[in-house]
RNA sequence: GCCCCCAUAGUCUAGUGGUUGAGGACGCCGGAUUCUCAGUCCGGAAGCCGGGGUUCGACUCCCCGUGGGGGUACCA
């Protein structure tokens, strides 16, 4: 046998997939990746009630979306499947005979009424409350007794009542837990399905996974996971317990934080390489001082030793910021391939772009990409390159387009563009500045109600680029009526809804 | 309640018993950029949780406290 390694990423399909979930697989690809060893995606399905389809498909989106690949699983097959837990229903049985045969596993016919009361009860005494193993002790005769009267049954794990479990963990150190603490584990519940202490043990057995890579919440049940594995006499991997990602509050991400699906993050507009390295950075640090790296940089410099063990904050303004040096960085041609199908579905470009219009999106992209921290924001924040259909912001009526001299002067400006050759940014910059000569005020006079007129907004790249790439007469039309409605009146602040 | 873990600026983090007057990044504040800023450049404020030890010397080691987190399910 080689000693190649393999990790898993273990997910429950249940609801959402959150990024707290996405960190631990990544984390696991990383060290995979880094090991030459082989990444295995196990469904942990063991949850009949709330298990759905529909929550696996969002976890096989969430992996591909922040491209995460595996070498085994259920859609790819492997050596070691079935890689769905309900379908291996059967070698926990077998595993579980061991267990029976060597006396470590026994019947339990506590109803869950029964243990929560029991529970409430040590609770109030001020006692741990674990299960206290009455039915360890029932003889084969009792146990027949209890069936005919039509009692139902899961199966528990006999653990150590005394000595110390020690974990040997990879980030965590080593941690120690006493056995006498904790009572007996179902493994085996009433509908005939395994609990994951107990699933878990025998697939990352079976699976041969040498490093057991997942969240800090499942560190104390490792207690139990070990005792399992001497149990039935198999091997123990090794063990490394990620922190936790917690919410802005503090506490373990949930819902209520807002956005914490991975898939709340793709409709935001992040770019799966942003999101892969800035959630890379959660726990774990190069060690120097680089921050922005290509996803080799990042596998190169992976190792679990040098992940962290406090918890970290989910900081959005962070992610974004690192979105945006991605928008920056990437070449115009893909950045475009990756915003058309926002700019469809916003109405904005036809589903498919002729060679020309296709050229000019690019170079729409290039000349706006420096500033847009999200896919998203392209669209709201470039409206006005692709429609004459835009609003004027306040800030652009208050400041410029609710001055007497503007309808003046845009209508100035539209007559000499109207017959400007040719259109490019040089000669559109020396007829803006020439009119403000003529005028005798600066050229910023000119170039602020233009901007205003011809975008709806003071703010955004260059005035004379993006000119050049609007269409000749739309720019004129666009200045003809924005003279023509502040004449009217009607470009006047609007009333200030929040304040 | 009990068990376990954690603790460097608001956030992510680097860091060594003395070379640190604690480094970087996001965010924030200020200045510059006379075409704006949501862009760019420059600058700034902001931190080793508290108390005891150990030591010639602790941010760094130990203890206690405090704070935070996780666990304590027939959920994973």
């Known amino acids: 046998m080689s000693n190649k390694v ?13 990024i707290g979930n996405l960190h631990t697989a990544l984390f696991n690809w990383l060290f995979a990746r880094k090991q030459g060893g082989a990444m295995i995606l196990r469904i942990e399905d063991t949850d009949e009630l709330r298990s759905t389809s529909d929550a696996l498909q969002v976890i096989y989106q969430g992996l591909k979306w922040i491209g995460l690949d595996w070498d085994e699983g259920p859609d790819v097959g492997g050596e070691s499947g079935p890689y769905v837990q309900s379908e291996r229903l059967d070698i926990y049985q077998e595993y579980l005979e061991r267990l029976l045969d060597a006396g470590r596993a026994y019947e339990c ?52 009542e005394t000595g110390t479990t020690v974990i040997q963990d990879i980030i965590q150190g080593e941690v120690c837990y006493e056995n006498s603490l904790i009572g007996d584990p179902v493994i085996v519940k ?29 560190l104390p049940n490792t207690q139990i996971h070990i005792q399992l594995q001497e149990a039935l006499g198999i091997a123990r991997p090794q063990y490394a317990h990620l922190p936790l990602i917690l919410g802005e509050d503090r506490s373990k991400l949930s819902k209520r934080h807002g956005a914490v699906a991975v898939t709340d993050y793709e409709e935001q507009g992040f770019l799966p390489e942003a999101m892969f390295n800035f959630l890379a950075l959660l726990g774990w640090s190069p060690g120097d001082e680089q921050e922005v790296m290509t996803r080799e940089q990042i596998v190169e410099r992976f190792s ?11 900081d959005v303004q962070k992610a974004e910021w690192m979105n945006g040096e991605y928008m920056k960085r990437m070449d115009a041609a893909p950045l475009a391939e990756r915003l058309l199908p926002l700019l469809v579905e916003a109405g904005l470009v036809e589903t498919q772009p002729s060679a020309g219009r296709w050229q ?28 004459n259909d835009y609003e004027y ?7 410029w387009l609710n001055r007497e001299d503007t309808p003046e002067k845009l209508g100035a400006l539209a007559a000499r563009l109207q017959l400007l050759e040719p259109w490019d940014h040089q000669t559109i910059e020396g007829t803006v500045r020439g009119l403000a000569e003529e005028l005798e005020v600066s050229a910023a006079k000119v ?28 720019v004129v039309r666009r200045l003809q009526r924005t003279a023509q409605r502040a004449r009217a009146g009607e470009l006047a602040p609007l009333p200030n809804e929040n304040e």
């Not at 009433?190 to 499942?218: K, N, W």
């Not at 030793?305 to 904050?313: H, L």
């Not at 109600?449 to 790439?469: D, E, K, Q, Y």
């Open 6 to 18: 393999r990790v898993r990423f273990a997910p429950a399909p249940t609801g959402y997939m959150h």
């Open 109 to 160: 016919f506590c109803t869950p009424e029964q243990l929560e009361e029991r529970r409430e009860v040590m609770r109030a005494r001020g006692i741990p409350p674990k299960y206290d193993g009455r039915c360890a002790q029932l003889s084969e005769d009792e146990r027949e007794e209890l069936r005919a009267e039509g009692g139902e049954s899961c199966i528990r794990f006999r653990v150590k």
């Open 190 to 218: 009433t509908s005939g399905f395994p609990t994951y202490h107990f699933a878990c043990v025998v697939d990352d057995h079976l699976m041969q996974i040498t490093h057991v890579i997942r969240a800090v919440e499942h």
């Open 304 to 314: 679990l030793e040098a992940c962290d063990k406090s918890p970290s904050i989910f």
């Open 360 to 387: 000019w999106l690019v170079q729409v992209v290039d000349l706006m990409k420096e500033r847009t921290p999200l896919l998203t924001t392209f669209v709201t924040w470039g409206r006005y390159f692709f429609t």
């Open 393 to 399: 912001e306040n800030r652009a009526r208050e400041k």
């Open 447 to 474: 170039i602020h109600p233009c901007r205003a007129a011809v975008t709806g907004t003071t703010i955004g790249p260059s005035l004379f680029h993006l000119m050049g790439l609007l269409d000749q007469d739309d």
